[in-house]
């Protein structure tokens, strides 16, 4: 038989690693940067980025390959493509996740451990850091620098069906339950005036989302704890709430989660789950994205019937089911 080299080509093109890794590598020494002002040589980029000539230069001649730069007379410029690339002083640009030195940079890495979700069912993370996603953020080097970009970001995908919730509508008190750095409790509180709310995360989720409360002059009105949400929760408020926060855990663990929530909320309390899946709006246009989902999260798309399941065995009734764009939102109570 014929050796069918263009067929392995194509597929040695499909799996290559070293251009994804070589558009990273650009991003994070910020090269496009460096060349907006005018055209370089690998000696002076060299110096620009405290980098090694010889590994830049290879690094450079792939990129003029890629399009993304253009070499002439010794020196390397920008192309349009390349132009792109250039980042400037935005505080959290579309290119935070290709760049290495971030936390976030570094969790998109997990996509090399692929086979660890597909054998395991665990998300790439625990393959990654032997560790969910959470806990290594929390703990890693950077992270609160990395939050602090973070703090400009609005509460996410169709969040209105849950702001609006008569549930919420109606409370005094509530907890976001993994409400990460405050976005959706700025959002509830800025809504409602006369509500009150204590966010629940790990360390510095919560330590970032104090400062958010303080600077948007709600730290009268919000409180945030930084402990694990599986200990014994806060008791006694109207309603808890736990927002794209059950897709991270298997099945035991977000019973164990709703139970601890039970236990919380009492017989008066409410328990609000939402959940957002975004596979029926990608699942056929962008299988990547997709199979992404499925790779860091443990179950990115549960169905109501699905939670209602869950709910069920902590000992929840489901009071109404709400389903509005890609957000699911479960009321329940004891
Ligand atoms: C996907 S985020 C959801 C954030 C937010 N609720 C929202 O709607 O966008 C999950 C959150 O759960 C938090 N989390 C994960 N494990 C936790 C734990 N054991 N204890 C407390 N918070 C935890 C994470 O730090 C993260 O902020």
């Given at each position: 038989m014929t050796p069918d080299f263009a067929g392995h080509a194509r597929i040695m093109a499909l799996a290559d690693l070293v251009t994804p890794m070589s558009v990273r590598t650009a991003v994070t020494l910020r090269l496009a940067d460096h060349l907006d002002a005018g055209d370089l040589t690998a000696d002076d980029l060299a110096a620009r980025t405290g980098t090694a000539p010889r590994p830049l230069r290879k690094l450079l001649d792939h990129l003029v390959h890629l399009g993304l730069l253009r070499a002439g007379e010794g020196r390397y410029g920008l192309t349009d493509l390349g132009r792109l690339l250039r980042r400037g002083d935005?505080?959290?640009?579309?290119f935070d996740q290709l760049d290495l030195d971030t936390v976030l940079g570094r969790t998109?890495?997990?996509?090399?451990?692929?086979l660890h979700k597909v054998r395991t069912?665990?998300?790439v993370y625990h393959g990654m850091y032997g560790t969910d996603l959470w806990s290594h953020v929390d703990g890693a080097q950077g992270t609160p620098d990395a939050l602090k970009a973070q703090l400009a970001v609005p509460a996410g995908f169709d969040i209105d069906v849950l702001l609006a919730h008569p549930v919420l509508a109606r409370a005094r008190t509530v907890v976001d339950v993994?409400?990460?750095?405050g976005a959706l409790v700025e959002a509830l509180l800025t809504r409602y005036p006369e509500l009150s709310a204590t966010l629940i995360d790990l360390p510095s989720f919560a330590g970032a989302a104090a400062q958010r409360f303080a600077a948007a002059g709600l730290d009268g009105r919000a409180a945030a704890l930084g402990q694990?949400?599986?200990?014994?929760l806060p008791p006694g408020a109207d309603v808890y709430v736990l927002s794209a926060?059950?897709?991270?855990?298997?099945d035991d663990a977000a019973v164990r989660l709703l139970r601890n929530c039970a236990l919380a909320a009492g017989d008066t309390g409410r328990i609000l789950v939402s959940e957002v899946s975004l596979t029926e709006r990608?699942?056929?246009?962008?299988t990547g994205m997709t199979l992404w989902f499925e790779a860091v999260m443990h179950h990115p798309d549960r169905s109501p019937d699905d939670i209602a399941a869950l709910a069920a065995e902590a000992g929840l009734k489901v009071a109404a089911v709400e389903q509005a764009g890609t957000r699911i939102v479960l009321e329940l109570h004891g």
């Open positions: 935005a505080p959290m640009g579309p998109e890495l997990s996509a090399v451990h692929l069912g665990q998300s993994g409400g990460n750095t694990d949400f599986f200990e014994p926060v059950l897709a991270d855990w298997d990608l699942r056929h246009v962008d």
